[in-house]
């Protein structure tokens, strides 16, 4: 970590950190109408976003993940710190965990005042991703309700609303004839078996293409240098004295001295060749997509007590998520059980869904933590670092992740916006209850 | 779905069932230090193969049972009644003091 820094000292300086994202001047857009059309006419091959790269011997630092949250932190580590000599390593393709399998929600009405902050600079970053890294990430800011059908959940969501505010972030709660005009089709009478009695109103939460983002940051991370490595599996961590000295893959070995965990699903796993315990278990997380229609979805619908969730792509899917699976497991396979619990919630929510058909439905893993929230930051073993246990809100966490992240590889100090979610807070006892807010169904 | 084999119902789809967590041996809480006992609260091994884990039959029998599973494939080899429980000493100490609340429904 030290010859790291030494490093970093040298090349901070002459590159300076630009963490707003690049406002000033509008750079040339790399895909157009017009580039679309010239590639059409010419038949020539597209360039490839990213390339491949022979597996270096040594890196400065080594990701272990291509997901958002590996890519991300790569892409800073390069942008903010000047350090390139960096290599993402993923076991399949980049996003094919859960930066490929979540529902792409992005809100940052969190209930404690440290997850507040830290998922609305995520929040931030995610509103001028698209001219930072040049790609259309296709954020679109259309609001999110989440329903409350029961006193106790309309005085989480009062709270929810209060702390917000007391942030700085766009939150109140709202009653049925409010939820009516925002989302017409939804069924606000009083006769169901769970009254929507109102809803927290996040007017800056919306969804996102998920997929843009991790190709543009691989996109961006690439240009700068770093080295994206796919089909490339982590087999062991060398560590010696309490020291990371190297990482065994399925392509070579590589020496290096800081190696960041942000893997999902397989973290426990990861953390484990490094000799690191983890307080996380496995869960599987279902979701579901159905056949495209025409808009009339605009904001994001969560409603804990149904557990389901729903929004509207651009395309005109209404994708689908829930709660986690009952009980861990690495198996990404789909439940009829699953599917029967969603649809008759959501046909509960909106009746008039009833003729739709499902196109297909799919699960990711979810690390989760007893308390709710991230393990981020150091370990025991100098130069292990985590940025783990996502559980079911890491996508929506992953640029300021990576923001952070890869500040605290450049300067060896916890940025202050993650501190509160060390892995030491489990041996305090000062956790980070965030149940509230994160869990669909609590 | 999978199913279950409780020792007392037979086979029975999971649902059935509430999932209480992985076996592990309680330290005892006088001898202990906080290191432990919060390494106990907290740490999993999580592990993607076989694992013996303790369920709690809510839908049926409303017995704790052990099982184990195979994480990846969710295939059950065996399932038992908890040992501490086979030996007559009471079900807080049998499953570790992990004791399923009952609720009902998922947890999340």
Redesign the interface.
Known sequence: MRAIKSVLRAATSSVGPDRNGSKKGHKPYRYSAFSLLRHGFSQADWPRAWRKHDLKSSYDVVVVGGGVHGLATAYYLAKNHGIANVAVLDKGYIGSGGSGRNTAIIRSNYLTPEGIRFYDRSVKLYESLSADLNYNTMFAQRGHLTLAHNDSSLRTMRWRAEVNKLEGVDSEVIGPDEIKKLVPFMDTSEEVRYPILGALYHPPGGIIRHDAVVWGYARGADAQGVHIHQNAEVTGIDVADLRVEGVKTSQGDIATRVVVNCTAG?S??ISQMAGV??????FPLQAAVTEPVRPFLDPVIVSGTL?VYVSQTDRGELVFGA??D??????M?G???FTEGLAGHVLELMPSLARMRLLRQWAGLCDMT?DFSPIMGVTPVAGFLVDVGWGTYGFKAGPVSGETMAELIATGKTPELIAPFGLDR??S?DLMGE?GAA???? | ?ILLPCPYCGPRN??EF??V??VSERPDPNETG??EW??Y????????GW?T?TWFHSAGCRQHLVAERH????EVRTSRLPEAQLRGVNEEQATGGNVAVDGG????
Do not use: C, D, Q
């Open positions: 397989w426990t796993l315990r983890m307080p996380i278990s496995t557990h709660s986690v009952p009980f861990t497991s690495y198996s396979r439940s009829l059980e007893p489990f041996e006892g149940k869990a669909v169904g609590h | 779905m999971a649902s509430r999932y967590g992985e906080v290191e919060r390494a609260l907290y740490a999993r091994n999580n592990p993607a694992t884990e994480t990846m494939t969710n429904g998922a947890t999340y």
